[in-house]
């Protein structure tokens, strides 16, 4: 086997050949005192700059982020839209978006940093952002685009513009996070959708005659008679129980959609699992299961918090968690929709063993969307 390499350098070239009986080169020492004389850094090489928790994950890769050019002051967890590009360096540049402003309620990001105006930071486009002020929303809640860069619980209808960009994950006012998704956003505007009030536009059900690119909403959790808690604990063993009312949608075109859920949980019992289920009901009809996790509960303690107890879908007294570590799960499924074929998700979940548990979802959110987008 004929093998051949080739090293270049600013001042020499080196030949290896081992085709033949003997080795030549230019200048093999030169090329061995160079190449020893090269600047060394100070890396570990046992350990991977880009996993540097060496949890098997590369680091970049748990969120979509780039470099920003700003053209006005930004505090970490502003929202930015697209302004230019700088054509000398060729980065973005980025302003405060504003859901009542036209040009400015495309959402590219959230800012990972504060900045002045010429400077160049980092923006999430799709990820975890930490640290930041969520003190006035609840786990699990999505937030939308509102104006000079900030968000909020609504979606600010009225003005015609619907910009979902995450959903809180921990409330806090200087430690929040918040899951950014940027790349679902839907503007709507009275040019293409939705207005309720006295806007020019169609109305939400003509909208939805043309298409539903986005439906996004809360799993209604206060629907039991005598409930007065959001969460609710199931602390049967191995039954199931359906957790809120669901979602229901009225599909207004036959497309390929995308249903996407997410619902927060705790377990009092360490690693007793806990089982949901996701099933779908066409037109009134029996469930037919969609989605089934098995999940190991994680670290448990702290303080519970005290919840109504939901058996037989019926709230039959309120117990305490008996934890106050909560897990988020996620879960979505692509499928097939017909026109004026009423669909219903439901969650379920029971907890698996023989010990008593206090099985326990805190709140839940779905969102559906329209993958293909047909518009005739």
Known sequence: MNRFFRIF???????????GTSLTSTNVQGAIEELSNMPQGNGDMKKSVY??????IVDKAQSVVFKAEINQNVVKGNLLYGVDRNPTTGDPIAGLADNTVSFADKTIGMALE??????????????VIEDIDTSLFSIGETVYLSTSGTFNKISNISTG?????GYVVKSGFSNGAIIVDTSANESITS?????????????????????????????????LANQTTVALANQQNNVFEQYGEGLTFLCPKTDNYRLSLSWIWSININNQSAIFRVSVIEDGGTPSELITFKIEAKEIGGNGQVVNVIENNSIVGNIDTGTDTRDLQTAYADFNLTKDVEYKWVIEYLAEGTSPSRLTIYTAQTSIEQKIIKLS
Do not use: C, H, M, W
């Open 191 to 223: 040019s293409n959708t939705v207005n309720e009030s006295n806007q020019e536009g169609r109305t939400v059900t003509e909208a939805l005659n043309n298409s539903i690119p986005f439906y996004d909403r809360y799993i209604p959790s206060l629907y």
């Open 9 to 19: 350098s600013d001042a020499l070239s080196v030949f290896f050949d081992n085709s």
């Open 114 to 127: 504060n900045g002045n105006a010429g400077d160049v930071i980092e923006v999430v486009k799709n990820g």
């Open 161 to 165: 513009i619907f910009n979902p960009i």
């Open 51 to 56: 996993d540097e928790n060496n949890n098997g």
